[in-house]
Structure formats: structure tokens, C-alpha cells
């Protein structure tokens, strides 16, 4: 008896699993069916619908902005050329310092020690070629006496005056006016020559670098006088004078140039802050101009769809400026050609269109 119920249990467990396992199956395959008709699949044998616009020639905006960053015009690290434990720190972070200002002092005691003894050695020297020089006048002694001693006095005074350098090396000094941007030692930090100490930048005078495109170069000359504004003071302007303009440019085309500001006390700038030249662009002809809508990928590897008998091509193109949502367009395109502005996402090269 024990052995049937036994089999009719294990009979039991196994059906029900079964019939779970049949309607899992059933739930998933409903599911599935159901997720697969939500999906959309494109029908590749109808035409994608697009939106389009021509290619138009016109005038851009009469004025130009070319932003750019406030660069110090000098900075540099201040080293240390002694060796030895630095005995008083003079300046903090942040700090405001003058040109000669004391950075840092390193101990100088040991050479202050040398500096005795070498001072009493060319004294001495210096005594002995007198007592020489007389002697040899008078032929009492030869020459070649003379001689030595001249050479020990040659050799005390440069070692006098070799101490004498590295007791000034023991003085940390800032070579130009500007604010200590980083500070890399304490009062206890035992230096080497070379070893960096401090960061001096010199923000008096700033440097505003902006990249222009090369359609745009031949309004600028080393020399010229520009202004300079910024958003930070938004009614102050800043005269400038271009000090370079660049040689080489980026993949872009576009051009470094570099235009010298004195800082202003009422209205300061700081190293990193964007600056802009505005000028007049009333000369410039009309230009070939897309709306913004129609770019695909970045200004500098730019690319449209454009349209010919119903088929979009992906086309190549070289920006010019951008003002507001419209692009110039300086090759790649002509006039009339029809661009792509809605759309792109559901197109590949030569993808069939239907034009709404």
C-alpha cells in the first residue's frame, strides 16, 4: 500500500509540473507575440518621408563675434637653486608679490661659516701678492714668487665670490609683479636646486587667444588695435593690440590669433575667462547658407542628406561661420540643392524619400 501511494504522489508532482511548465511556455509565446507587434519594422519597400530645404544665398549677420580665453601673459615656476631646509616661507597662496619679493629663505649657515674663512683667505692672499709685487720691484725675489701669489689671490677671490652667489641662491625671489597661483613648500621642506616652489603668474597684462576661420584672417595684422569685451563686464571694453597672428591651423581651418589686454582695476579680469572681438561684417557678399536642422555630426567632420530624384545621398560639406540657426557653407553644396531637415535618424546613403 505504502509502494501505490508512493507512485500515485510521484504521478501527481509530475503532472503538475508538466502543466506548469505547458502553460509557462504558453504565457511566454503570448507574450512574445504581443511585444513583436508593438515593434515598428520599417517597410523597406515604401519610400522614407523627409522634410527638406533649399540651399539659399544670403547675408549673414552684420556683425561677427569671435570668442576666445584670457591666457596670463607670463607665468613660470619659481625654483630654488640652493640646497638646504627652508627657514622662513614669505608668501601665501593667492598672494599678490613684486618683482625682487622674498618667496623663500633657505638655510645659509653652514656657508655663512665658509664665507669667514674664505673672506680671511683672500685677505691673506691679497697681502701676500702686495709683499710680492714689492719684493719683485725691487729684484729681491723673483718672479716666479709674484706669479704664485697672483694665482692663490685669483683663486681665493673666486672662491669668495663663488660663496658670496650661492649665499644670494639661498634667497627666493619673484623675477616679475604677479599673484602666487600654487604653493609647493612650507616652512621645514628641505629643497634641492631645480626643485619647484612656487607658481608665479602675471595677469597685469592678459592675452586673449581666439581661433579665426581662414575666410576671416585678412582682417587681422600684428599691430592693429582692437577692442576687446567680455560677458563677465558686460558694458566695459578692453583696447587690445593683435601681437600674433597664427601660421599654421587646426583641421577646422580655423587660426590662432593672439591680441595683448591690460587688466583693468575697475573692471578685472582673470586668466580663463572668455573674452570676444566683435567687428562689422557689412562688406561680406551673400553666402550659401543652411539652417542648422539640416547638419549631421560635428562642424568640423559636417555632413547633410541631400536629395536628388527622390534619393538621399549623404553629402560632405565645409562650414563657414554660424550666426543664430543658420550655417555657411563654403563647399560641399549649391544653390537650390535640397537638404534634409527632418528625418535623418530613419536614413542611410542613397535611401529612397518621400519629400512632405
Given at each position: 500500500?505504502?509502494?501505490n ?56 549677420e ?11 601673459s ?8 640652493a ?27 653652514q ?14 692672499a ?19 714668487q ?5 694665482l ?5 677671490e ?21 599673484v ?23 595677469i597685469?597684462?592678459l ?93 568640423r ?7 536628388r530624384d527622390s ?31 527632418n ?14
Open positions: 500500500m505504502k509502494t501511494k508512493k507512485i500515485i504522489r510521484v504521478t501527481l508532482i509530475l503532472g503538475l509540473a508538466v502543466a506548469l511548465g505547458a502553460w509557462t511556455y504558453t504565457t511566454l509565446m503570448a507574450n512574445k507575440e504581443t511585444v513583436e507587434a508593438r515593434v515598428y519594422e520599417r517597410d523597406f519597400s515604401q519610400n522614407t518621408p523627409v522634410q527638406v530645404t533649399q540651399v539659399v544665398r544670403k547675408s549673414l552684420q556683425s561677427r563675434r569671435l570668442l576666445g580665453t584670457f591666457q596670463p607670463r607665468e613660470l615656476d619659481i625654483t630654488v637653486q640646497q638646504g631646509e627652508v627657514i622662513h616661507e614669505a608668501v601665501r597662496e593667492g598672494e599678490q608679490v613684486r618683482a625682487g619679493s622674498l618667496i623663500a629663505k633657505v638655510d645659509d649657515e656657508l655663512q661659516y665658509q664665507l669667514i674663512a674664505a673672506e680671511a683667505d683672500y685677505q691673506d691679497v697681502r701676500e701678492a702686495k709683499r710680492y709685487k714689492a719684493l719683485t720691484a725691487g729684484e729681491a725675489v723673483p718672479k716666479v709674484l706669479d704664485k701669489a697672483e692663490r689671490l685669483a683663486s681665493t673666486s672662491q669668495l665670490k663663488s660663496l658670496k652667489k650661492r649665499i644670494r641662491q639661498t634667497r627666493v625671489t619673484a623675477p616679475f609683479n604677479g602666487i597661483t600654487a604653493k609647493m613648500f612650507e616652512k621645514g621642506t628641505v629643497v634641492a636646486p631645480g626643485m619647484p616652489l612656487a607658481h608665479l603668474t602675471d597685469a597684462t592675452k586673449l587667444i581666439v581661433q579665426v576661420p581662414e575666410n576671416e584672417l585678412f582682417r587681422f595684422r600684428e599691430g592693429e588695435e582692437v577692442t576687446v569685451k567680455t560677458d563677465v563686464h558686460p558694458t566695459a571694453s578692453y583696447p587690445g593690440t593683435i601681437t600674433m597672428v597664427g601660421a599654421q591651423g587646426d583641421e577646422a581651418h580655423n587660426f590662432p590669433v593672439h591680441v595683448r589686454v591690460s587688466n583693468s582695476e575697475e573692471h578685472p579680469l582673470r586668466a580663463g575667462m572668455y573674452g570676444y572681438l566683435q567687428f562689422d561684417l557689412s562688406d561680406r557678399d551673400e553666402t550659401l547658407v543652411i539652417p542648422r536642422e539640416a547638419l549631421i555630426g560635428s562642424s567632420n559636417a555632413s547633410v542628406y541631400l536629395v534619393t538621399a545621398y549623404k553629402q560632405a560639406i565645409r562650414l563657414g561661420q554660424t550666426t543664430g540657426g543658420d550655417l555657411e557653407v563654403l563647399e560641399g553644396l549649391q544653390e537650390g540643392d535640397q537638404v534634409v531637415v528625418g535623418q535618424i530613419n536614413l542611410t546613403d542613397s535611401t529612397r524619400v518621400n519629400i512632405r
